[in-house]
């Protein structure tokens, strides 16, 4: 979830602001055994290294698997969700259903998506018309007639097309168009310094040519030509692209535009017959960066009709790599599995596939798998959670001492109208005409994207869906999102040691509360609170309010940048300021719950630990993990969380209820003078 506001759709690389987190391998029956005593680490001090205090015993029995970059308490969720998904897909496909039946759609998929010796046989042949398509165009009519049926149909090309929200009037859907057309991560790595950096950009190269070597249009040397030209194109595009950091602001990513004013000022293009093509009749949209669209204006006149058809067709084969065959699964997996990542060997078959089958068929695996796997009697003290962390938050905004009365007035009333969704939706998405085929795997992907990108650009001009989902109910994770003003609990994360249904409140509040209170924190963080309580981006601050919480932010933004989980690379305190607002915020508001439940309820020690203690026990191994170096890296590149241990350190430093439960003194590892420390919430 790298990209910013707005919104893309489902499927094409959402942003929300999410918590990643884990669970550890205990009974889920007995809340006495959340905590096992027997894993905290003597050889660490809780105020030097909470995170090693609770989780290096686990992480040291626990090596990363060949088939991972990441292993930990969330990734072993995870394979208890695909596993569970695996039942469901193999179940559809060894029965018979009507064509009615949506368990015959999940069958088709399944079969045609597993059976490996039809997808080598076939190698590129079933991509190859679409490949051989890409002739480029120099008419502008033509060229984006092409582009449009790609893009549609699930190719990346060198921009992103979606409808959400308008991010200053959420009641109406919109026309997007961002910046994209990059095959690295993130456009710094196309001039980042330093070896690694240099040995990413050659290796990546060499990846272009081998792959459109390996589609069979062009020999050794002129893929290796071709190669450099494609690349060429990239940083270019990359150089006008806006950096992470840039599009953190939704403001600078929004630029509403008459679709006129559009074609005249990127003529290169016929946007009219794009969109159309699309099934789409905009008379406006929202142009994300225009420095970038007038690069690839550019790009489009300058260079050649073999150029250009080289970069389609190398990202038309780099999209769908991951579901060809094996020699071109094998060449993008090198890449970004291994040389990216760390990963030594791909995944089984079934389990690339139960994760394909997510992506295109969700909600009627989501369906499925409320039936078989949530408990329903738990959603009820779930929501009672969420209340209690609402009225805590409340409390803690009416006592803010660096806010102004208008503001927190302002401030309650977005809290109030937070929407609530847990488990799973009350509509599941229609799949009515979708159809696949037993035999044909690429051809059921391809129909499943255009399935999805009709029912987006359907979207267009209707009134918004409130009670839509952007994560199914499988998925171990949770959002907000502010042009919704809802926080997001999927089935899947309500389980130990987030939640325990009949556990007590120590163990939950430490858990599944401190996810609810980060969830409710990003309504209120540096991008959250730019959106008011209806989900429209407008100033609800004074300007002195406004001015103090950026002045909190500087201690946020310096701390966590003097952070180093590598050596040679610092975590990335702007990057990560929102979720870092957030892991702070939950921390508070779900202690502020938890200790007025005890007040209600009082609570008991178990095995020696207080209750305080196994609040935060509990809260520290919720982010039980580890990486491989190169997955750390690009995660400090990239991704807008702080890596896992420093969720934990950060936080708890930060924290004056911590000290005091574990009794941290100056000289700790985990000690900041009082005046020093971040605050917010």
Known sequence: MTSAYPFPAAGAGLLFLAILAGCSGIQKKETDMAIDVALLDSAYKPTDDFFAFVNQKWIDSHPIPASKSSWGAFYELREQSSTALRGILEESAEQEYPASDPRSIIGDFWIAAMDSARISDLGWAPLMPDLKAWKHESDPTKRSTLLAMQLKRGAKGPFDVYIYQDLKDATRQVLYVNQGGLGLPDRDYYFRTGERADEIRAEYQSYIGKLLESIGLYDASNAKRLSAAVYGIEVRLAKASMTLEQQRDPYASYHLLSLEKVQKTYPELDWKTLFLQMGMAPTELILGQPDFFRQLNQEYRVNSAEIWTAYQQFHLANSFATEMHPEAEELHFAFYGTFL???????????????????????????????????????????ELVENLKSALAVRIQKLDWMGDSTKVAALDKLNKVMVKVGYPDQWRSYEGLKFSKTGFLENVRAAES????????????????????????????????????????????????????????????????????????????????????????????????????????AFVELYNSYAPLSNVNINGTLTLGENIADLGGMVIAWEAFKIASAKNPQRSVSGLSPEQRFFLNFGQIWRGHDTPKSLEQKLYTDVHSPAKYRVTGVLSNFEPFYEVFQVKKGDGLFIEQGKRCSMW
Do not use: C
Not at 370 to 378: A, I, L, N, Q
Not at 457 to 481: C, H, I, S
């Open 451 to 554: 399935y999805e990108f009709s029912r987006m650009a359907k979207k267009l001009g209707k009134p918004v869906d409130r009670a839509e989902w952007f994560m199914g109910p499988q998925t171990v994770n949770a959002y907000y999102n502010p042009t919704l003003n809802e926080i997001v609990f999927p089935a899947a994360i309500l389980q130990p040691p987030f939640f325990y249904r009949e556990g007590d409140d120590a163990v939950n509040y430490g858990g599944i509360g401190m996810v609810i209170g980060h969830e409710l924190t990003h309504g209120f963080d540096d991008q959250g609170r730019l959106f008011d309580g209806d989900g429209n981006l407008r100033s609800w601050w004074t300007a002195q309010d406004e001015a103090g919480f950026k002045e909190k932010t500087k």
């Open 341 to 383: 990542n760390g990963k030594k060997e791909m995944e089984p078959r079934w389990k690339r596939m139960a994760e394909s089958a997510e992506t295109y068929l969700r909600d009627l695996l989501g369906k499925e798998y409320v039936k078989k796997h949530f408990d329903e009697s738990g959603k009820a003290r779930a929501l």
